[in-house]
């Protein structure tokens, strides 16, 4: 192991003096991926210095007890030798898992898109405690977010909602929760007490930047038009909400959230990068996903991949088969024992495939 983390400690040196560089440093692009390569492998070197610091600690030890001159010594030893190996194991087994492949967007912030599918009325209301449940987990990581564009629903909720999550490793915490969720509850709108089944589905879009997608604005259609609340009813007398129509694949993208129309244009605009964006990444993922089966792809956003029974207070999600007990506190943002569970399957399925040591 530690002749592989030699190696990584050579890398981490040359892009230390690299991102120094005035011409590395004009380099935008470049810099934002030297930055990002940077900061993953001095996690790497931290651990590679423990590593190192345990590796001497034992044989300085065992010199100590070979010895065997100064008993006071040999005792400390004894107990410095125990500790570090017991320490090395668990060192190993956090090293492997840092030395996986990383997705490289994985860092990237997100658009997150919640419509309403199957159900009507309880549909909308579904997507909008969907909407909750992802804000209120925001807020718990420290993430910051903003609505980009909604079309309300007539009884409450939502018939879409999309908007913006900025923060750290954004998009490879969520990429998971994309794809189709049911919900089986009495509905806010049902008289005769019985369970329906509703569904919505989530789309995490990873933030495209300028450099990832170029888009010819020759290409682009704009079109300005009045803000709209629920049922239709104009808001805004003013022509600030703006839709963005990609010609060429017929994409669209708007948003009606700001006041001016200059913003609403910029917000649509990073909407419709991304959704460019995960155009491509969509493909990238299906022709990986005919090189390997995962349990927890994050491209099959028709899937349905969990369900929230509110009658038995029972959360489950289908891809890696856990249930959790406590629907008020998911639906209220405590989702990450699903965020930690699919991540830790997702990279044994990466450490299988990488075959590391």
Avoid at 3 to 12: C, E, N, S, T, V
Avoid at 68 to 96: C, F, H, T, W, Y
Avoid at 148 to 160: A, C, H, I, L, Y
């Amino acid at each position: 192991m530690l002749d592989r983390l030699q190696i990584i400690k050579q890398k981490f040196d040359e892009i230390s003096d690299l991102i120094i560089q005035p011409d590395v440093i004009a380099d935008q692009k470049r810099y934002v991926q030297l930055n990002k390569e940077y900061k993953d492998l001095k996690a790497l070197v931290e651990k590679r210095d423990e590593y190192v610091n345990l590796d001497g600690n034992i044989k300085e030890a065992q010199e100590i007890i070979a010895d065997g001159s100064d008993a006071e010594m040999v005792e400390m030893a004894k107990m410095q030798l125990e500790e570090a190996k017991s320490r090395i194991p668990e060192l190993e087994e956090e090293i492997k898992f840092m030395l996986i492949p990383k997705d490289p967007e994985d860092a990237k912030n997100v658009m997150v898109e919640i419509r309403a599918g199957t159900g009507g009325d309880e549909a909308s209301i579904f997507a909008g405690d969907l909407f909750r449940m992802y804000t209120k987990y925001c807020e718990n990581k420290g993430w910051r977010f903003s609505v980009v564009d909604m079309n309300e629903g007539t009884s409450g909720g939502f018939k879409e909602v999309i908007f913006e999550v900025t923060g750290e490793d954004v998009y490879g915490t969520l990429k998971f929760e994309a794809g189709v969720h049911r919900v089986q509850r009495v509905p806010q709108t049902e008289t005769q007490g019985r369970v329906h089944t509703s569904a919505a589905t989530v789309m995490v879009l990873p933030e495209a930047e300028e450099f990832d997608v170029q888009i010819d604005m020759n290409d682009v259609r704009v079109d300005f038009f009045c803000s709209s609340g629920p049922g239709g009813q104009s808001v805004n007398t003013t022509k600030s909400a703006v839709r963005l129509t990609h010609i060429p694949t017929g994409l669209v993208a708007q948003c009606q959230d700001q006041k001016s129309q200059h913003k609403n244009k910029d917000k649509a605009m990073i909407v419709l990068r991304s959704r460019l964006y995960e155009q491509e990444l969509a493909k990238k993922q299906a022709e990986d996903a005919v090189k390997r089966t995962s349990q927890v792809s994050s491209g099959d956003r028709s899937a349905k991949i969990r369900t929230y029974n509110y009658s038995q207070g029972r959360v489950t999600d289908h891809r890696i088969g856990l249930d959790v007990f406590d629907m008020d506190g998911v639906m209220n943002g405590k989702i990450q024992k699903f965020v930690d569970e699919l991540q830790l399957v997702n990279n044994m399925e990466k450490l299988k495939e990488s075959e590391v040591f």
